[in-house]
């Protein structure tokens, strides 16, 4: 499986027919969110990197060739018109980090038509994968208030691939660490973990257990409490840590049951052993719901390990995004059919501090006080710069989401915040709309128009 | 990233502990669905045979033992005694394919307690992923009611991985191809797919876009309609067709608006035009809910795509599995806490014609009329025969559906089937429940005991 074939088969034959017709004008591609899923005030851009790597390797080698030809049942002949096709295109897109709304393209892709579409498949499934996950993750951030957060998602994402980009996601949006070893050394994130009820119950009883784990881990130890009662388990590993002069850095760890009553009982036995230092870390199919129950409570929890519902994103596991062509050769073009209307052309994200982001034409001037969200990225198939980090990802989401209105950061029933249309976009939009609705008139089905507003009949205008 | 390093650290932990303890004895742990998620009747089991090749080339090497040094901040010489580890275990587990129901395993390990112990993470990976997503794709093929259902998720999948599992999942529940061209490729699923909205924006009109279309693929051609106004779009596309003197094999596609209606529209303006061997393909977030809609209100559809709500098996991510414990050394063990109780012991499920399936200790007789449902895959870490192919797996599917009750088949509040346990089994939950909370009675705290009711002890006592 290449990255190339691991795509629709329609990018495919849309290509073989541009090619054919020799259209291999300029096309840009918009890529963008309709509608955030319900109980979303807010996303977080991700996927841009390994979308990078992806474009940047594009080639369609012999045996991908073969591979389409097998697929559509043709000779290879047929084709071998896409060998050696590789991205040479320009990318204008949000780096990852940055909180983005419903409307505002992800990623803009300019390059000859076949290029662009063919990448179609494969971008959508990074952009909207790693969205999604990042989108989660942050939630259980702000849930948290400060306390660190810990990916424990591995076992239950779809696949070992989503598996290390929910730990890189994780991080990206401020988690303290992860359970996944590939991921936390391959991207020097924080790993996490130290024992199963499994564990506990291949020895004798817990205290035997604990004893054992501490002997070939001679460092901070957590013992999982919970195997078989509860507060016995507190008591029995607080002994254990007392006795063996352990404490700072330690920690006990609750899976199950009443996490608030539970770790208050807990945090009054160690603090009673006088282990004050040893901290609480709690686990077991925790969202940015429980988190936020257990910190308005008061729960005397440390460290919230978060798992299955973040790394699927259990209540909003897909987003509601396109990837549609605004231009083509110079004219700017949308789909009208039923609710789906999109805006023609090119685009840019003006971001200003205290207001709505406003949509733009990419060639309009950013007003005062904003800053454009849309970076040239890759120019000519090539990056503009190297790779960015999650460090530095990490770092926009906290400038941005401490940006955001309270109302769009809540978790319950949040507002989002709708970007702003630009005048001239506003403008281009409803004269491609009316040139598009002649050319259906009835009667004058013949006279189909090629012509559109231009855009830059419109430029002059400032955002509205 | 090795599928070694793929894995919670704590699996390393322990791991680790138990070869310091020289605990190396035979341990069973059980994979197995505690609650069927919402909405679920029934459960289609997959993922197995990625988990097979997982275990058959497991082996810790010298960079995986570096990544857990790196991960625990500890000495590479403190990992060594894992270098060289391999999975030398038995598998006995359910065949892809067969439906299945909470609290039966679907894959029972027993390997030397530190190898079972480390491929945790990796098999509850696979197995939930794929099965959560199998059951899903399972309904959509319940739900068309004998049409074509065709796999359109790799957009929206977590990942490209899981990708290619979903157009292997829907085949295996009977889909009737994929849009995916590396899966239909490799695995042998006819593709499909001919050409998006951007394709005929990108022309002068719809009529340039379908003309184009057919220059360069001969074959039959499917032509989406929906672009800019449907019904005129399908009177174009019948225009075309008749014009190059298209017809059988070819068909158009609905993607938006409503599907009921416009297909009946479709459908008349098709005949009328003397396209009767046209079909009509529907597309756009359709799931099992829609598609039924859809079939019991006569559309006129005659295949179905179903994509990002598939893909992700939206309404219901993941599963509540566990991999427990169940017997180390020949002593049965179990976890009490909470609500979370697991029954000890290696099992069997019997699946008997006409009644709910028993979940009995793997050494009781089969009932007469009854037939195992665990097989034993692999043994000393080698597969006990070949790769087990998907078609086969569909052939399982396919009976054991046809053999649900319509109670756990259909769509809406299903009620799902309750395997009953075995005497033997209850008994000896009963015996080892009774012997750990014996432990825990004041006062008996120091006494704690090792033993506890033997499986054989209950092991002539029939199913109940």
């Not at 909207?128 to 990916?151: E, I, N």
């Not at 063996?244 to 807990?266: E, T």
């Not at 805006?343 to 949509?359: C, L, S």
Request: net charge neutral; hydrophobic share 45%; with cysteine.
């Amino acid at each position: 499986m290449s990255d190339v074939t691991t795509t629709d088969l329609y990018e495919v034959t849309m290509a073989m027919s541009y090619l054919r017709e020799d259209m291999r004008a300029p096309a840009t591609f918009s890529l963008f969110v309709r509608d955030l899923p319900p109980g979303r005030g807010f996303l977080v851009a991700a996927g841009l990197e390994p979308a990078l790597d992806f474009l940047a390797d594009y080639r369609v080698e012999q045996e991908d060739v073969e591979e389409f030809a097998a697929a559509l049942h043709r000779p290879v002949r047929e084709l071998e018109p896409l060998l050696g096709l590789a991205f040479q295109g320009e990318v204008r897109a949000v780096p990852e980090g940055h909180v983005v709304f419903s409307g505002e393209p992800l990623l803009e892709v300019t390059a000859p038509l076949p290029q662009a579409q063919l990448v179609e498949t494969y971008l959508l499934n990074q952009l909207c994968h790693q969205t999604v996950v990042a989108s989660k993750a942050a939630r259980c951030v702000l849930a948290a208030a400060g306390r660190p957060v810990v990916d424990f998602s591995l076992r239950r994402t779809h696949g070992p691939w989503a598996g290390r980009q929910a730990a890189r996601l994780g991080a990206l949006v401020g988690f303290a660490g992860t359970s996944n070893v590939a991921a936390a050394t391959a991207l020097g994130i924080p790993a996490s973990g130290t024992m199963a009820h499994s564990y506990i119950e291949a020895f004798a009883g817990e205290e035997e257990a604990f004893r054992a784990f501490a002997r070939s881990h001679p460092g901070p130890v957590t013992f999982l409490v919970d195997t078989y009662e509860t507060e016995e388990g507190v008591r029995i590993a607080a002994r254990v840590l007392r006795d063996l002069g352990r404490g700072p850095g330690c920690a006990i760890r609750l899976d199950s049951g009443d996490l608030d009553a539970l770790s208050r009982r807990a945090r009054a036995l160690l603090d009673a052993a006088g282990l004050a230092d040893v901290r609480i870390v709690a686990s077991g199919g925790l969202d940015e719901y429980s988190v936020a129950r257990l910190v308005r409570t008061g729960a005397p929890i440390d460290v919230y390990a978060v798992g299955t519902r973040v790394g699927v994103a259990a209540d909003a596991p897909y987003l509601d995004a396109a990837y549609k062509l605004v231009e083509y050769d110079g004219r700017p073009v949308m789909k009208l059919s039923s609710a789906k209307v999109t805006a023609p052309g090119r685009k840019q994200v003006h971001r200003r501090a205290g207001k709505p982001d406003v949509i733009a034409l990419w060639r309009e001037e950013t007003p005062d006080a904003a800053r454009p969200l849309l970076r040239t990225v890759m120019r000519d198939g090539h990056r503009t710069g190297p790779p960015d980090s999650w460090q530095a990802a990490r770092d926009r989401f906290r400038e941005d989401v401490t940006a955001l209105p309270g109302s769009a950061r809540r978790l319950h029933d949040p507002e989002s915040v709708h970007p702003v249309i630009s005048r001239a976009l506003e403008e281009l939009t409803a004269n491609v709309r009316a040139d598009i609705e002649a050319r259906f008139r009835p009667g004058r089905l013949a006279a189909v128009s090629r012509t559109a507003a231009t855009p830059s009949s419109a430029l002059s205008a400032g955002p509205s």
